[in-house]
């Protein structure tokens, strides 16, 4: 999904709100990890991830791959904190502004 740049910060405006659900230590992107974050999309469609000091990934490379994976966008990688967003597709709770 391709977010235009009004999009893209109305979710980085909610995010603030949000606390992170998942963190990636040292085992980095493991397949649980993944599977973990994708069940996070049944319950809520804005995901915030912390990457700890101890992982060696690049953050922007974690995202990318993450959201590959999951099939869903990323929003911002800010520092260690990554933001993904996957609308819900029966009954989507966040409204995005129109391009």
């Known amino acids: 999904m391709k977010l235009t740049s009004k ?30 974050i994708e069940e996070a999309f049944h319950t809520r469609e804005l995901v915030k991830i912390t990457v700890l000091k101890n992982c060696m990934d690049d953050p922007r490379e974690i995202a990318a791959a993450l959201a590959e994976r999951t099939k869903s966008t990323v929003v911002q990688v800010i520092g260690k904190k990554i933001v993904l967003y996957k609308p819900d597709k029966e009954k989507p709770r966040i409204i995005l502004p129109l391009a």
């Open 7 to 36: 999009q893209r910060a109305y979710l980085k405006g909610l995010a603030g709100t949000v606390h992170s659900v998942y963190q990636i230590g040292k085992a980095s992107l493991s397949p649980e990890v993944t599977k973990a």
